[in-house]
């Protein structure tokens, strides 16, 4: 676990890096021997000397669609990486790191036979030391064992189960159950990176706009430093705009920077300039040797975001988010890193005139988080908290430290506005409170100068009533001859999470999960439900998901589920719903779901996938797409 910061590997003057990326050799241990490779010490020598099935697998890349083998596709439990690598004599005086950008769920780290670090948690970043490890000038290798399993205290939560009715299952086997619908990828899914830095060096970095007049952007800065020889050390801070030009400068770990006629960070479409950033360089001198160390250099934008009951604000102009839910879900690689489908979809987020997206489920890689700064992407970034649905000490303690890793991670992202904790828990039960309380405090103690928000699928207290009073009322006006009764559902239970947040983000199927078919009771129950929240809270709202499967090509006349035709009558519906909610003034933004369709665990109500997706898994636009453009394209601020 990294103690401070985890700053994106960038060679400077005094930074190198080395990408360990590329054919690594793979296999699985069997679920009856999964401490095999532990007992045998498979970290001690190259994998295929060991007694156990070796493959190729390419890293970044989820492992389970490589292969023709469901056994390596739906594996629970231990996976093993190995590769040889060469480091350069040159960086014998130098502090060598090595960074993984992700590693799902849970990895522990061999240099050349020797334990160097472990992590938990799949979607962020961690980094060690290695120096002392390293062979200079020599071959060596590195070991990661990887285990997917999820447990009620990982984030997101699952639990383990063994079929083993005798009568049904002569063998018996595990599943892997979890409570949320898109497929457990495993593998080394990002960049595995050396970074070697002089001795003493920068450790992290926090940059934040603290005022913003006409003529100035007014910025505080402070820097951490490593190695035993800080203190010989001063910092220089300089800032440069985006042709190179030094614009401002100051001296020392922390301080203040002003900046004339600053060019702001503006989302897309609200301002002609988009997206603007400007570096960072920070710099470290050794005044007695009058020799320069360290360098970093970091891109930011200048920019402030306020908010109130009724919206958000950047640089002082309210934000309406027009945008998606997403995965990052790729054919074959899966949730591995992946350039192409990642520039495709900047390509068309912005040719559908989208301005905001969420990372849902789980944080999205750095890569990506890049283009969103440097496109003028709004992004509510989202911890893997999704569905939980126990609450204990444990579990808390693993939902803190993911909010601190992402804080840490993203804090200095101009495109980062919103901080989400979760997706969809069972916000209804007692103990779920005190447990949101609690993290809400934390991320606001960690960032004051971002909104914090968690996204809701549980009633809000009012509609309960008012949800069972409508559709009696209804069904009686239908049928007076028969009684009414219903089913209760626990999503008709009422919420307890939102009193914490600063903008209450919900959940909402309507005319799919709920009156499946009925478009026409859409914009009603829509108007209702966010109103509902915003009267219950004084609260901004956004309305996070709504959407439908379509299978792209099935079409009907009258619409029915699962066509193109009614994904798009959802969508016309819901729409009315939310152009009489901005009126109101306090809907700040609609995000469908989803993206594109997206890799499910096998379900039969889920053909290989979740079809919400306005374009299809290979990112071609079905017509809900050109729908959606046509909607996007009008909707302004
Ligand atoms: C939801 C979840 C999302 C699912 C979606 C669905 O409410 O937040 O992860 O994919 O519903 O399609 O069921």
């Not at 999960?513 to 108007?527: A, F």
Request: glycine letters at 6%.
């Amino acid at each position: 676990m990294h103690a401070t910061g985890i700053l994106y590997p960038r060679s400077s003057e005094s930074r190198e890096t080395l990408s360990l990326d590329g054919i690594w050799k793979f296999a699985i241990a069997n679920r009856s021997e999964q401490n095999k490779g532990f007992e045998e010490k498979w970290y001690r020598a190259a994998l295929q000397h060991c007694a156990v099935k070796v493959i190729d697998m390419p890293v970044p890349s989820s492992y389970n669609d490589i292969t023709q083998d469901s056994n390596i596709r739906d594996h629970i439990g231990w996976a093993w990486y190995h590769r040889d690598f060469f480091v350069p004599k040159t960086w014998k005086s130098q502090r060598v790191n090595i960074r993984f950008g992700s590693v799902n769920y849970f990895a522990i780290v061999w240099i050349n036979g020797v334990e160097v670090t472990s992590h938990s948690g799949g979607y962020l970043p961690f980094d060690v030391e290695v120096t002392d490890h390293l062979k200079f000038g020599h071959p060596n290798f590195i070991t990661v064992a990887v285990n997917n399993t999820l447990t009620p205290w990982t984030i997101p939560q699952g639990k383990i189960v063994y079929h083993n009715d005798s009568q049904r299952y002569p063998a018996g086997y595990y599943e892997q159950q979890y409570n949320f619908d898109f497929f457990n990828y495993a593998g080394i899914h990002r960049p595995v990176i050396l970074v070697a830095t002089p001795k003493t060096y920068i450790d992290d970095i926090t940059i934040n706009t603290t005022n913003l007049s006409d003529s100035e952007g007014v910025l505080s800065y402070s820097v951490e430093l490593g190695g035993s020889k800080v203190a010989a050390y001063s910092v220089i801070a300089e800032v440069y705009d985006s042709r190179d030009r030094l614009v401002a400068q100051s001296k020392g770990l922390t301080g203040e920077i002003r900046v004339n006629n600053p060019n702001l960070w503006w989302p897309r479409g609200m301002n002609e300039s988009v997206g603007y950033l400007y570096t960072l360089k920070i710099q470290l001198w050794n005044d007695a040797k009058n020799v320069e160390g360290d360098v970093y250099r970091l891109p930011f934008g200048i920019r402030l975001i306020h908010w109130n009951s009724t919206g958000v604000y950047i640089n002082g102009k309210s934000v309406y988010f027009k945008g998606f839910g997403r995965h990052e879900d790729a054919n074959l690689r899966g949730r591995g890193l992946d350039l192409v489908t990642l520039t495709k979809d900047y390509n068309l987020m912005r040719w559908i005139e989208a301005n905001s997206f969420r990372t849902s489920h789980y944080p999205y890689s750095e890569e990506l988080m890049d283009l969103a700064d440097q496109q003028g992407f709004l992004v509510i970034d989202e911890v893997p908290a999704v569905g939980l649905d126990n609450f204990d000490d444990d579990l808390l303690e693993a939902h803190k430290q993911a909010m601190k890793e992402l804080i840490q991670r993203d804090k200095n992202r101009p495109a980062v506005v919103m901080w989400s904790i979760g997706n969809e828990p069972q916000s209804q039960k007692q103990v779920s409170a005190l447990y949101f309380d609690t993290v809400v405090q934390l991320v606001h103690q960690l960032d004051s100068s971002r909104p914090v928000t968690l996204v809701l699928n549980k009633a809000s207290n009012q509609d309960v009533a008012s949800i069972f009073t409508r559709v009696t009322n209804f069904t009686r006006s239908l049928d007076l001859a028969r009684p009414v009764t219903m089913v209760l559902a626990q999503s008709y239970a009422s919420d307890l999470a939102a009193q914490f947040l600063d903008v209450i983000c919900i959940n909402r199927y309507f005319g799919w999960y709920s009156d499946t078919g009925h478009s026409e009771l859409i914009t009603y129950q829509m108007i209702k439900e966010v109103t509902a929240w915003h009267d219950k809270h004084s609260k901004p709202v956004l309305v996070t998901e709504y959407g439908a499967g379509a299978l792209a090509g099935l079409h009907t006349d009258p619409p029915v589920v699962w066509t193109e035709d009614y994904q798009v009558v959802l969508m016309e519906q819901n729409f009315k719903a939310f152009d009489q909610l901005r009126e109101m003034g306090f809907l700040i933004g609609e995000m469908i779901w989803n993206f594109a369709d997206f890799a499910t665990p096998q379900e039969y109500f889920r053909p290989t996938g979740c079809m919400k997706g306005v374009f299809t898994r290979d990112r071609q636009p079905k017509f809900a797409a050109h729908f959606l453009r046509r909607r996007y394209a009008q909707l302004l601020y």
